[in-house]
């Protein structure tokens, strides 16, 4: 017997549609491309993000088409995915911190027909123009005002392509299965792959996102979402936040930790959500200049471990309750999130900051287990590590454009490509990515423990670690460090500090000081880079 509820399509303009009817009026501050403070609301936007809609309708843009977006967090990207989602077309963001030829590749596998630019990376489009065949319109986010001179084909500023059209138009209907969103993973190995985010994954994944043990994100919140729209669907924080009304403040092109804590003061932000590199960056502002935090309340850390000593700043010298979270591109993207369960919540001191070193637990619409290479389940324990699993109505279950490649495991589990512990009251702690674990006589030794103890040093600002080729033990750990500037610190100073706090064998056979640690395109160390900076190298005997 089939339920007699209503069949209400779990579609994204019904997002902004409640957002417009229930929370109209509330503010979407932009720190503009083009320079000044820029303030709208939810009503406005809505109704722009009609004319996108039409404009790209007059276009001959349809259902299914693909449309790109290289831009940063506006107001203006806010209505482009509204636009784009509400005819059925699909927003492809690009991440343009890749190379321009990976850039390239990624927009002619998605086959894009349009493609959106900000003015900033207007230069890196033109470069690569001639190589984009099925790009037929280029739109610049800017008004005629700022337009530059350019050669790309019929370009057109946002502002005059929105002003053609009437805005008299009704989303288009279609079933909620159909796809919204396409982003691609950095491809550190191998080609870049596309998840396509479905209408329907999108709007359940924003709601999993509101739930108070995930995000929380309330009508009271002002919330500052730093993790960029091209960044893994920006946290969700685009579905989640016009779901629940909160104030919106975007921070545009400039994530340095002075502009950053600009728009956390002037705008009063309660909530943001970065990776440890951009909050790093906002903590040496604040200790450079003195700077105190008097609006915030929440700050979610994820895409890579956050370190210690960041959550210890965070909860301890400003009084901000750290989410640490874990997820991917491939799982919309949370996975797990730090909220306190009652088992842990009088946890103080040491034994607080370690359960807050942890990624967190599922919340509801991520089944998760842990397994050995054999796919045999590992017991949640804490100690035991093994491969992290997940399964779940907003995760991938093929890769675009490679329909006939199987990724799930027998069990309908898709396999994370992380090594993780789980401890028996749910909590997740990543230890590794799989391919960056050190295999040391058949053992292994988590890389992430190595740097996370690492940067607790007081004068070391981050830390790597890789697996060196050794004759009798296979691989043993080098630890690589950035000094804080100013600092000078030698090897047997960092090696004593993490002396007694981890197992002899897992202590670094060596340490190498470097001037910076390379980063991939989202932010995460670049093991692959730095493996290859140290080809050459060999361990002390
Ligand atoms: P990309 O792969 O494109 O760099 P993703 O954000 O999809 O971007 O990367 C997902 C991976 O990032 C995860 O599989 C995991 O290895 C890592 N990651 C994300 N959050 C954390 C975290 N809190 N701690 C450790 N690793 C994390």
Redesign the pocket.
């Known amino acids: 017997m089939q339920g007699l509820m209503q069949d209400w399509p779990l579609v994204l303009h019904t997002v902004i549609d409640h957002a417009a009817r229930q929370y109209g009026t509330r503010e979407i501050v932009t720190r503009s491309i083009e320079g000044p403070i820029h303030r709208t609301n939810y009503n406005e936007v809505r109704a722009r993000s009609m004319r996108v809609a039409q404009a790209l309708a007059r276009d001959g843009v349809k259902l299914g088409d693909r449309v790109a977006t290289l831009a940063w967090n506006t107001w203006r990207h806010l209505e482009a995915w509204y636009g784009i989602t509400g005819i059925g077309a699909i927003y492809h963001t690009v991440n343009p911190r890749l190379f321009p030829e990976q850039i390239a590749w990624i927009v002619n596998h998605a086959q894009d027909r349009v493609l959106m630019t900000d003015l900033t990376f207007l230069p890196l489009v033109e470069a690569i123009a001639d190589k984009l065949p099925t790009v037929e319109r280029f739109i610049v986010l800017t008004d005629g005002a700022h337009m530059p001179q350019t050669k790309l084909k019929n370009a057109i500023a946002y502002e005059d392509w929105i002003a053609a059209v009437d805005g008299d138009f009704k989303w288009a209907s279609f079933d909620e299965n159909t796809a919204a969103g396409l982003c691609y ?2 491809g ?1 190995t191998g080609d870049p792959k596309g998840v396509l985010y479905s209408h329907r994954s999108n709007v359940l994944h924003g709601l999993q996102a509101s739930m108070v043990n995930t995000l929380a994100v309330s009508a009271e919140d002002v919330v500052l979402p730093i993790v960029p729209m091209f ?2 669907n920006a946290w969700s924080l685009a579905f989640t936040v016009p779901m629940n009304g909160g104030k919106f403040v975007m921070p545009g092109a400039k994530l340095d930790g002075e502009s950053v804590y600009e728009l956390l003061e002037g705008e009063k932000v309660t909530f943001s959500a970065a990776v440890p590199t951009v909050w790093l960056m906002l903590m040496q502002h604040m200790q450079k200049t003195g700077a105190k935090l008097h609006h915030l309340k929440r700050v979610a ?6 370190p210690r000593a960041m959550i210890d700043f965070f909860e301890n010298t400003c009084g901000v309750t750290v989410y ?7 799982m919309s ?1 949370i996975g797990t999130v730090g909220t306190l369960k009652p088992a842990v919540a009088s946890l103080k001191g040491d034994e607080l900051l370690d359960l807050k070193a942890k ?1 967190g637990y599922a919340p509801y619409g991520v089944e998760m287990k842990i397994t050995d290479d054999e796919g045999v389940e590992l017991p949640w324990d804490g100690k035991k590590f093994g491969r992290l699993k997940v399964k779940g109505p907003c995760i991938v279950r093929r890769y675009f454009r490679r329909e006939n490649e199987e990724i799930l495991d027998e069990t309908g589990f898709f396999d ?3 090594v993780a512990t789980i401890d028996p009251n749910g909590y997740m702690q ?1 230890t590794d ?1 799989a391919k960056d674990v050190i295999k040391s006589g058949g053992e292994w030794i988590s890389s ?1 423990d190595l740097e996370n103890l690492a940067v607790g040093h007081p004068d070391v600002a981050e830390a790597a670690v890789i697996g060196v080729a050794h004759p009798k033990w296979d691989e043993r750990p080098l630890l690589v460090i950035v000094a804080k500037d100013g600092k000078e610190t030698t090897r047997e100073d960092v090696l004593k500090f993490m002396d007694g706090k981890i197992a002899k064998w897992w202590m670094p056979d060596d340490v190498q000081f470097v001037r910076e640690i390379p980063h ?3 932010g ?1 160390i670049n093991k692959l880079k730095l493996r290859e900076t140290f080809r050459d190298y060999k361990l002390p005997t």
């Open positions: 993973t950095s550190t960044h893994a850390i994820g895409g890579s471990a956050c640490h979270a874990w997820g991917m591109t491939e993207p990624q994370t490509g992380d990543i990515r992430i991939t395109a989202t995460k």
